[in-house]
């Protein structure tokens, strides 16, 4: 087992234009996992409560994720509900309910501290402090986070991003957190409260694609003044049904590419952006996590090869 991710496992009540959903199986380290699980076999830690469906719990083990490390607690499990607009560009949380959540202790298995690549989804940051300290030497550490934590823990989000090497947000969230409007002051102000030198910010622009910015490849032919920048537009659609989890699965299909080629350098990075684009694109085809359930490897192929096609010129 080389990719850990921690984040949440949840039932998601969901409204978009398009369709309704009520406690639908979702949560940051559900769509983190299934994406990953078509690059490698990812390790999910997460907690869930006596109401978890075994049918749900048997979903993960058939896609060949590892659930050694989620735990069943008493009470309910984390329960999320949103609703989009018109245009699906923007989303009101209508509720969140820690629930098992709030009493959560992660403890890694040994095999789990030995981790090479591990993503701290989108949960409390104080939790994703917690299990990075015991994984004894991670080659590469992702972190995702929300509005909801930037607004109601951000001494905790300041702290465990000096420890993070890949931040992974959305542009809404790069704003609120800097409070910049501008995507690339953001950045800038982002990526110096990482590591110094070693840190790259991902932030993903929804239907539009993608900016990827780092400090960590100085020498790279797309690097000026000290920042390596990577600009990749988003894989154009008809049916674009619910984004919940686009980040997430966008992150699983990063992080599983990552751990599968084992490469992390910067033309990798770039290869592994396309992944995981490619994997936010079939998430947002179908309600929660119905088009990741049953997609296969062949349309994954297909679709990279179209995005190459798509984005190809010549200078
Ligand atoms: P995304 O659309 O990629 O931002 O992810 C949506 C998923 O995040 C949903 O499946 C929710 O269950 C989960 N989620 C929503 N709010 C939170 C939160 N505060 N902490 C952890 N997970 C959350």
């Known amino acids: ?81 949103g609703e989009y607009s018109f245009d699906l560009n923007s989303r009101t949380s209508l509720f969140t309910e820690l629930n098992v959540f709030e009493n959560f202790k992660p403890i890694l298995l040994p095999a789990h501290k030995e981790a090479e690549y591990v993503f701290l989804a989108n949960i409390h940051p104080s939790l994703q402090k917690e299990v990075l300290t015991q994984i004894k030497k991670p080659r590469l550490v992702g972190l995702d986070t929300m509005n909801y934590w930037i607004e109601n823990a951000p001494h905790e989000l300041a702290e465990i991003l000096k420890l993070v090497n890949v931040l992974v947000i959305n542009d809404s969230e790069a704003r609120e957190l800097t409070k910049e409007h501008n995507l690339l002051k953001a950045a800038k102000k982002i990526l110096a409260m990482m590591p110094a030198e070693e840190s790259t910010l991902i932030i993903k622009r929804g239907e539009y694609g993608l900016l990827m910015l780092s400090q960590a490849f100085p020498k790279s032919e797309d690097s000026k003044d000290n920042m390596t920048i990577f600009n990749l537009p988003g894989y154009p659609l008809e049916d674009v049904v619910d984004p919940t989890g686009a980040g997430d699965s966008f992150a699983g299909g990063l992080f599983g590419y990552l751990a599968q080629t084992h490469n992390i350098s910067w033309e990798n990075l770039k290869k592994a952006c396309v992944a995981g684009s490619i994997m936010g694109s079939f998430c947002v085809e179908k309600m929660g996590t119905k088009r990741l359930v049953n997609l296969t490897r062949d349309e994954i192929e297909e679709r990279i090869k179209n995005f190459k096609k798509l984005t190809h010129f010549e200078a």
Do not use: C, N
Not at 27 to 39: D, I, K, N, P, V
Not at 52 to 66: C, N, P, Q, R, W
């Open 1 to 81: 087992m080389s990719l850990l991710v921690v984040g949440s496992v949840a039932y998601d009540s969901i409204k978009t234009p398009f369709g309704e959903e009520k406690r639908a199986l979702g949560g940051s380290a559900t769509y983190f996992s299934l994406a990953a699980s078509f690059f490698t076999a990812p390790a999910l830690v997460a907690v869930v409560g006596e109401d978890f469906l075994a049918d749900d719990e048997k979903l993960f083990s058939d896609h060949g994720i590892d659930i050694s490390g989620l735990q069943r607690a008493a009470g309910k499990t984390f329960a999320w509900g």
